[in-house]
Structures are given as C-alpha cells and as structure tokens.
Nanobody
C-alpha cells in the first residue's frame, strides 16, 4: 500500500488547512485510513482514523472539536480538515492505513506514507 499525502503548508494561528491523502497499491487489504503527526522534539501522536465505510471515526485529544476526518472511496482518499489551528499543531503529518483494528494510537497503524509539513505561525 502506498500513501501520498499533500496539503501541508504555512498557516496563521486560527486559520484552517485541509490535508489530503491518496492510497494506491493493495488497497483491498486495508480497512481504513487516518493520520498521525510528530512535532519537533516530541513523540509521534495519533490524530484521527476512519473506516472505509466512514461509519467509525476516532480522534486524538488534540484533534477533537477542531479537526474532521473524512474519506472519498471513489478516489481511495482520506482528508483531514483542520480548523482553529494553533502553533502547537505545527508538525509533520503522516497519512496512515490499517488492516483490522480501528486505531486509537499511532502504533496501531499498519501502513505509513511520507509526511507533509504543517507550520502554524504568524
């Protein structure tokens, strides 16, 4: 499974950004997709996950109430809408996929894509 993330960039505090990720390869093996992130000098962190049907979503504490995960099965893509961004959201955001259990931790993802950088700064 290959995961291609895009949409990162520089945004001011309070602003919004939408990340996208397209899956390719053995996508029939995956049950869902999601995101994790790693801020400079900090441990990797779970952000959000969603099943292929979209019926189940999970959010990390830092993402609740501000981020929304969604997917487009026709495009084998997942999105992360990030609102009310804060400087502490600055991180490399990774696109992920999973084969079975809906992740609630970053360690539970089975596949990793390359990261896209998000910087929240004035």
């Amino acid at each position: 499974v290959q995961l291609q993330a895009s949409g990162g960039g520089l945004v001011q505090p309070g602003g919004s950004l939408r990340l996208s990720c397209a899956a390719s390869g053995s996508i029939l093996s995956i049950k869902g997709m999601g995101w994790s992130r790693q801020a400079p000098g900090k441990q990797r962190e779970f952000v959000a996950s969603i099943t292929n049907s979209g019926s189940t979503t999970m959010y990390g504490d830092s993402a609740k109430d501000r981020f929304t995960i969604s997917r487009n099965n026709a495009k084998d893509a997942v999105y992360l809408q990030m609102n009310s961004l804060k400087p502490q959201d600055t991180a490399v955001y990774y696109c992920n996929a999973f084969k079975a259990v809906v992740p609630g931790k970053w360690t539970e993802y089975d596949y990793w894509g390359q990261g896209t950088h998000v910087t929240v700064s004035s």
